[in-house]
């Protein structure tokens, strides 16, 4: 079974500390994703990698960070976590090449909370 | 720039009726249409994808979208609820030249009654 698994389900953090989310896949995907889930706004794409090393900005970047060393592990850093960073974080993946690259598998997400 | 709308941010339905959630998006070229289901607790699961041809397309889980070119809408059907359906559903959209990346919908929030 397929699977994308995210270090935490629940992280609670105070305002300036450097925080680390965790992402893992095991299905050899070329792509992966970071998203912010928000009440109201759906999913909204922070960071993108298509290989190791590699990264693009989505739509919401500011005030992220991201690496990606080896090709199953993505992590997202807040620098400098504020307040206005209290969401839910899920992590996707996907093939990197052909229509396959569109069907994205998620991980449980990371709540996280920022006081 | 590419665009989704779900109008219907929560829907109440009773256990064994028909259920519909609307999706318009604004793309510039031929769109990639996606549905995805996120229940309680869990990640987002894709329900079923629209890349061409058949415009009626099935899913898991008994659900099925029809792509409407002319109204910009890709909306999910199911003939039948079960309880089991509560859950939020979004609808995405990519294209040929957006290497993998979606933007999703606002989300429906289903609710499912006895």
């Known amino acids: 079974d397929v699977k994308v698994t995210q270090s935490s389900r629940y992280l609670v953090k105070r305002t300036g500390e450097k925080v680390f989310l965790e992402c893992v896949q095991d299905?050899?995907?070329?792509?992966m994703f970071w998203y912010r889930q928000d009440p109201g706004l759906g999913l909204r794409l922070i960071y993108f990698?298509?290989?190791?090393?590699?990264?693009e900005k989505g739509d919401i970047p500011e005030g992220y960070s991201v690496s990606r060393e080896k090709k199953e592990r993505f992590s997202l850093i807040l620098e400098s976590a504020s307040t206005n960073q209290t969401s839910m974080y899920l992590c996707a993946s996907s093939p990197l090449a052909g229509l396959s690259s569109y069907e994205q598998y998620f991980g449980p997400g990371t709540r996280l909370t920022v006081t | 720039a590419q665009s989704v709308t779900q109008p219907d941010i929560h829907i109440t339905v009773s256990e064994g009726a028909s259920l519909e959630l609307r999706c318009n998006y604004s793309y510039g070229a031929t769109p990639y249409l996606f549905w995805y289901v996120q229940s309680p607790g869990q990640g987002l699961q894709l329900l079923l994808k629209?890349?061409?041809?058949?415009?009626l397309v099935q899913g898991i889980k008994g659900f099925e979208a029809e792509f409407k070119r002319s109204q910009s809408s890709f909306n999910l059907r199911k003939p039948s609820v079960h309880w089991s359906d509560a859950a939020e559903y979004f609808c995405?959209?990519?294209?040929?030249?957006?290497?993998?990346?979606?933007?999703f919908g606002a989300g429906t929030q289903v609710v499912v009654t006895p």
């Open positions: 629209y890349f061409s041809g058949d415009t």
């Open positions: 990698s298509y290989d190791v090393k590699m990264k």
């Open positions: 995405a959209v990519g294209g040929p030249n957006s290497w993998g990346k979606l933007q």
């Open positions: 299905m050899d995907h070329e792509n």
